[in-house]
Every structure is written in C-alpha cells, then in structure tokens.
C-alpha cells in the first residue's frame, strides 16, 4: 500500500511507462491543475498535498492490468479534472486515449492541458456519453462516473468481449459487484494502492443476459 508522497513517486519510477518524457509531462500536469484549482474546483483542495498517491498514482496503478500490445485505444469516461485519462495519455501517448467530459469549463481545461503536454494522440469529446458515436475501444475506464449498472448501461456499445474495463470504484466496489444484474461479465476487484478500503473493477463484459450473441 502506497501511503506517502516519496512511496508514489517511487512506483512511478519503477514504471516501464516512467522515463524524463513521462515525468516532465506528470509535473507539468500538477503544476497546470493547482494553478487551475484556484479558478475552479477540479479536486478537492485537501487532495493536492498528497496529489501523486491521491491522483497520479490512483490513475496510473490501472496501466497494471492492461497489456501493453493490446492497449491500442483507451476511452474515459467522465474525465473531469483529468483522472485517469490525462495521466494514461501522459504515461502511453502511444495510445489513442478518448476522453469524454459534457462540463464546458472541465472541457475546455483537458484540451488545454492536453496541447500544454504535446498529447497529439489524445482526444477530449465535449458532449455526453450519449451523444458519442459508437466505436469499440480496447479499454474503458471510469472514476467516480456513475453507479456500476448505469456504467454499463452506457457503454456496453463501445466495448466487445474483449474490451477490458478497469473501473475504480472507492468503498462501493465490492457491493456494486455483488448487486451488478442482467449482465453476462468476468469481473472481479482488485485492491487498490492508494486507499486500503477502495477497489478497481477489472475484467470483460460479455452482453447482456438472456440476449444471443
């Protein structure tokens, strides 16, 4: 369990994602968001003395479960101030990372900070989930987006039995798991390093119940 800044920094570094590219990008990224705290409320204020467990490292622990080879294209939903997608795209910005935020002022920060940190393979969508053109991604991730059902509800059409969901999901996640219906899936929890009491969702959807494939 990652439980100071120094503990973080050095996870990061142990990365095979971490080089001076990836750590100039992440600093440069804390320093845009406090910056941008003071206009607008991005993350709670009590988060930023404990910024790389609380956010970079909460982002980039889901890069464990993904495959380097298969991680060709990555969806977030629900950005906000930017966590997990900006943090993955700073980390792999090999990887087409589609980040799909509806708030005008939450919007228009990811695009300037994606330009500030050279994403060019990164994408901020400024609308609902809703609204977004249906297209399959190898990954799909989500922190603090909606309860686990609604989740799925949402964005079973841009995944395929081979979309791997990676899902942090605080406190709730054990118990939106065992009261997850009406979906075939291979999910399980994993701990997660930042909070000893929350977990990350992981695995497949497979469709729903009772519907051929």
């Known amino acids: 369990m990652i439980t ?15 080089d001076a590219t990836a ?51 990555w969806l977030d939903l629900g950005t906000g101030a930017g ?30 900070v994606r330009l500030a940190l050279g ?3 990164a994408r901020v969508v400024g609308t609902r989930l809703e609204q977004v053109e249906t297209q399959a991604f190898s990954v799909i991730s989500a922190r603090a987006f909606a309860p686990l059902v609604r989740l799925l509800d949402l964005s079973a059409r841009f995944s395929t039995k081979d979309t791997l969901y990676l899902l942090p999901k605080g406190r709730s996640a054990q118990q939106e798991l065992m009261e997850l219906r009406g979906w075939n899936h291979l999910f ?20 729903k119940k009772g519907k051929k494939p």
């Open 4 to 18: 100071t800044e120094q503990q973080a920094k050095d996870w990061l570094a142990a990365m095979p994602e971490w």
């Open 23 to 73: 750590a100039e990008r992440i600093e440069r990224l804390i320093a845009l968001l406090i910056e941008e705290n003071a206009r607008q409320n991005l993350v709670a204020a009590a988060s930023l003395p404990v910024i790389w467990q609380r956010h970079i490292v909460d982002s980039a622990q889901l890069l464990q479960y993904v495959p380097r080879e298969t991680s060709s294209s």
């Open 83 to 112: 966590f997990p997608g900006l943090v993955i795209a700073a980390l792999r910005p090999d990887c087409e990372v589609v980040m799909v935020e509806s708030r005008a002022r939450r919007i228009e920060w990811l695009e300037r």
């Open 119 to 121: 994403l060019n393979q």
């Open 188 to 207: 399980h929890v994993e701990q997660s390093l930042t909070d000893p009491e929350a977990g990350v969702i992981v695995g497949q959807l497979l469709g």
